[in-house]
């Protein structure tokens, strides 16, 4: 049974491949291909001018709250900015900052968990009303997605022409599309890895490396993304430490030089306090055996993700979008906690399929692109869509490298 089994698990796979890569494509026609993503964009676009131009302070007129995780980054920045730094990870002072921009939500507060020289980014955005700085913050996100998909014009020449059919794909992919329009920062991390691909595709490893040290407010996916980079390149290494040491001196000059312990300290007591708090939305391997009740599993798996992922990204590091791809949808995967917003990720990770194969990686797109509109209905399944998302593209891509050897 088991040669046999394998054989027809084999030419089941086959088939299914089949009829992705040839059935699809019929139907995803270039008139249909220019016209679905440009209506979505638009409709993204109109829906987000109403919900703004509806509402009455911070609510909506369909009775929700404007600004989504905003109020922790824009309260980061309102503590910095009342001198109150030493005290930014206090949960009683988050909690009163943010007081005004959570209505209905008495108590309450968003916890912020980032490095404290994130919130020094946040402090001219408190120079604005919030309501006026979550829309210019939205705006901004919006934008570095536009600007990732730019960069990668000389990696996908695709780009060019289709830009922005593609961008309509990109600002209405589930975990991206409510990063943005909830106040959260992962277009910069789409941003980053995209940087770091167009970088060293132009044989510019000291550019790719301050990319991938921009990363670092989310240095758990910064950094194993950077370790394939940086054992690639020493200028790659000076980039990624410049950046490094800019943030770590800005950081000492207004938090004191002993910021590092004090906010792993708080960071990892978020972790241990959000995996309740988040039941469900998380995604990381950790997040999924911790809701299958073995929390150890999901770091067992984890770890053979990471190994082969980031030995894989070694061997091919001369194929920019293989490697910083691969690495890039590894690291919401092995992360101690991750949300499904991280998930837009996977994008990344169909940037060397598309790069190798063309148009045929567009039904393996839709499926990666229906698999995180599916997270919407996460409470009705047994594991998380967007986790699924995230391997599927790696599957994809470590699928391209190896038909490209061949």
Not at 48 to 75: C, E, I, K, Q
Not at 102 to 119: D, M, R
Not at 151 to 160: E, T
Not at 178 to 191: K, T
Request: glycine letters at 10%; proline letters at 6%; one cysteine or more.
């Amino acid at each position: 049974m088991g040669r046999h089994g394998s054989a027809k698990g084999a030419r089941d796979f086959a088939a299914i491949v089949r009829v992705l890569e040839c059935g699809m494509p019929r139907f995803l026609t270039p008139k249909r291909l220019r016209i679905y993503p440009l209506a979505a964009l638009c409709g993204v676009a109109v829906g987000f001018v109403l919900l703004v131009a509806t509402s009455t302070g911070l609510d909506t007129a369909f009775g929700g709250r404007l600004g989504g995780d905003f109020p922790a980054f824009y309260g980061a920045g309102l503590t910095v900015r009342m001198g109150l730094g030493q005290s930014l990870y206090e949960p009683s002072v988050q909690q009163r900052v943010q007081e005004a921009l959570l209505p209905h939500v008495p108590g309450g507060w968003i916890h912020f968990a980032y490095p404290p020289f994130v919130a020094l980014a946040y402090v001219p955005f408190t120079w604005l009303p919030f309501k006026a700085a979550y829309v210019l913050h939205t705006c901004l996100m919006a934008a570095c997605c536009a600007m990732a998909l730019w960069l990668l014009r000389a990696v996908l020449p695709v780009v060019q022409s289709h830009f922005v059919s593609l961008l309509g794909v990109v600002l209405t992919f589930y975990p991206l599309y409510r990063a943005v329009a909830g106040g959260q920062n992962s277009a910069i991390s789409v941003l980053c890895a995209a940087g770091a691909i167009a970088a060293l595709q132009a044989k510019n490893d000291f550019t790719a490396g301050l990319w991938l040290g921009l990363w670092l407010f989310k240095p758990q996916f910064a950094i194993p993304v950077a370790l394939v980079a940086c054992l690639r390149s020493m200028q790659a290494l000076a980039g990624f430490s410049t950046v490094a040491a800019i943030y770590f001196l800005a950081g000492a000059v207004f938090f004191g030089v002993g910021w590092p312990r004090w906010w792993i300290e708080s960071a990892s007591a978020f972790v241990i306090a959000d995996l309740s708090v988040d039941k469900g939305n998380g995604i990381s391997l950790a997040d999924v055996g911790t809701d299958l009740g073995s929390r150890s599993l999901g770091w067992g798996l984890a770890a053979i993700v990471a190994a082969v992922a980031l030995v894989t990204a070694y061997r091919h590091r001369r194929a920019p979008a293989a490697a910083i791809g691969l690495t890039s949808a590894a690291a919401p995967l092995i992360s101690p906690h991750a949300l499904y917003y991280d998930g837009a990720l996977a994008l990344v990770a169909l940037v060397f399929p598309a790069q190798a194969k063309g148009t045929a990686v567009l039904p393996w797109l839709a499926v990666v692109w229906v698999l995180g509109a599916a997270q919407w209905i996460r409470g009705s399944l047994f594991f998380p869509p967007v986790t699924v998302a995230l391997l599927v593209a790696m599957v994809v891509c470590f699928s391209a490298l190896f038909s490209a050897r061949r």
